[in-house]
């Protein structure tokens, strides 16, 4: 959703007031970074403008040339969050002070509903059911031409307990690629994900989290994308079969409907372990099957001096934007991650959203904070 962020710092750091903000709204700021005009029109997002909306910070949204959906409401106030920061800049303290106006998949328009990639912020239980909805409607929208979007689904923390790890192990095989911070993922296991010397997040902790809840999903590939603050991001793939995205119109295929009963002659050896081989449609490809071997890497984060790092509000959802489009256009999951870490470099070096600016003696290309964001993608790949 959209929310306009009030910061209160730590002393001597002055607050901000109407700051643009929302998971919405550092999302489509990830993806615009990696989409120049006339890309920037390929970035969908919905904002809710309420009776006190500030002109600047639509001047500011309209800035990017992003495929923007405002909707005006005179009748309410507009999301508004309150943000303060215990401790040190990295405890991060939330709250609304309006009433809350979250998206549903009734919300998307026909132009929403075919995105090639769609960022869900929810619970397990909500995830499956926003991922069910919005293929139902965009399967009646596209009709002949529908193919499964990439779901990216980041988890909301407060739901991130023991009590709802089943219903996260239920919602991987409907989505994607399933992004929690340390503290989410440490969450569905009972942890904390801090190292008990030091205090600081655990990479330890965060390999054994992702291997104990892949180990529990044995029969497919799941891709985990965990942001882990100053240490980067661990992706995390188990090897399986291969999840097949896009349905050809000339494969054979037919609607899991099998009868049951003991073994004969003619037992259809396929039907009985249809399971293990339909796709996420109930369909089973006659195909040979693919197999996933598996990833388990650390990508770093782009700023490794701590003095870089202004505000880390909106970070991990500009990651996700990042790592969203790329996935969209193809790149792998490996890739993707690079995209995402710079994507979130720029949102960290501010209060706010990062400065857009043309560079005249550049052929007009983008810059942001005064840096080009493909010459730090280049970078990051420099130093592997």
Not at 307 to 317: L, R
């Amino acid at each position: 959703m959209f929310i306009i962020d009030d910061i209160d710092f730590i002393p001597p750091i002055p607050s901000v007031k109407d700051v643009l903000g929302g998971a919405g709204s550092w999302s489509a700021l990830g993806a615009r970074l990696f989409s120049p005009p006339p890309l920037s029109k390929s970035v969908g997002w919905i904002v809710d403008r309420g009776s006190d909306f500030p002109a600047a910070l639509t001047e500011q949204i309209d800035d990017w040339g992003t495929s923007v959906l405002y909707r005006d409401d005179p009748e309410r106030l507009t999301t508004r969050g309150w943000n303060g920061y215990e401790g040190t800049d990295e405890k991060r303290l939330f709250k609304y002070m309006t009433p809350k106006k979250r998206l549903v998949a009734d919300d998307l328009t026909p132009e929403l509903l075919q995105a090639r990639s769609i960022h869900l912020i929810c619970s397990p239980l909500r995830c499956q059911e926003l991922v069910a909805d919005i293929t139902s409607r965009r399967k009646a929208v596209m009709q002949d031409t529908y193919f499964r979007p990439v779901f990216i689904w980041e988890p909301v923390p407060d739901l991130c307990t023991p009590d709802e790890l089943l219903n996260c192990t239920n919602t991987l095989p409907v989505i994607d690629v399933c992004s929690p911070n340390h503290s989410e993922l440490a969450g569905f296991m009972g942890d904390d994900g801090l190292d008990p010397d030091t205090g600081e997040i655990s990479k330890k902790a965060v390999e054994r989290a992702c291997e104990q809840l892949l180990a529990s999903m044995p029969l497919q590939s799941f891709s985990l994308v965990v942001r882990a603050g100053d240490k980067g991001c661990y992706i995390a793939k188990n090897g399986g079969r291969k999840r097949q995205r896009n349905q050809s119109s000339n494969t054979q295929q037919r609607k899991k409907h099998y009868p049951r009963g003991g073994l004969r002659p003619d037992t259809d050896m396929e039907a009985l372990f249809a399971g293990l081989l339909q796709d996420a449609d109930g369909l089973v490809a006659r195909e040979e099957i693919e197999v996933d071997p598996g990833i388990e890497r650390w990508v770093p984060a782009y700023h490794q001096d701590a003095s870089k790092v202004v505000d880390p509000t909106g970070g991990g959802n500009t990651f996700l934007g990042g790592l969203a489009v790329a996935l969209a256009r193809g790149h792998s999951i490996d890739e993707a991650a690079v995209w995402g870490s710079v994507a979130a470099s720029f949102a960290i070096e501010q209060v706010g959203v990062p400065k857009l600016e043309t560079d005249a003696e550049d052929n007009g290309k983008e810059k942001w904070n005064g840096a080009n964001v493909h010459d730090r993608v280049e970078e990051m790949q420099d130093r592997k």
